[in-house]
Nanobody, 123 residues
Framework: QVQLVESGGGLVQAGGSLRLSCAAS????????MGWFRQAPGREREFVAA????????YYADSVKGRFTIRRDNAKYTGYLEMNSLKPEDTAVYYC????????????????WGQGTQVTVSS
């Protein structure tokens, strides 16, 4: 059974940085896309970023483009989300997910999810 565990969340001041990690256990089959989503209180879960198996194809939501960077290390079954120039509106629970669909921004297309990690950005 594949399980995902996120880490690296916390409290940071506006303008600061955090790096989230997502470790997959259970040796998922190769070829998966890893995505990051977030959910703020009272809002729906939204797409943040995704990275294809090769590591060379990445996608970002407009709201984080230029500030966040997604990476992965397939040998370690681990993905990363580096977040810079954080804003209070980035405050949310961040989830990583993996799946094999071509639809990287649709959360229903992902097969496995982590439990989430809280990111709080103070002004």
């Amino acid at each position: 059974q594949v399980q995902l565990v996120e880490s690296g969340g916390g409290l940071v001041q506006a303008g600061g940085s955090l790096r989230l990690s997502c470790a997959a256990s259970g040796r998922p089959s190769s070829g998966y896309t890893m995505g990051w989503f977030r959910q703020a209180p009272g809002r729906e879960r939204e797409f943040v970023a995704a990275i294809r198996w090769s590591g060379s194809i990445t996608y970002y939501a407009d709201s984080v483009k230029g500030r966040f960077t997604i990476r992965r290390d397939n040998a370690k079954y681990t993905g990363y989300l580096e977040m810079n120039s954080l804003k209070p509106e980035d405050t949310a629970v961040y989830y990583c997910a993996l799946g094999w669909s071509a639809y990287y921004s649709n959360d229903r297309e992902y097969n496995y999810w982590g439990q989430g990690t809280q990111v709080t950005v103070s002004s």
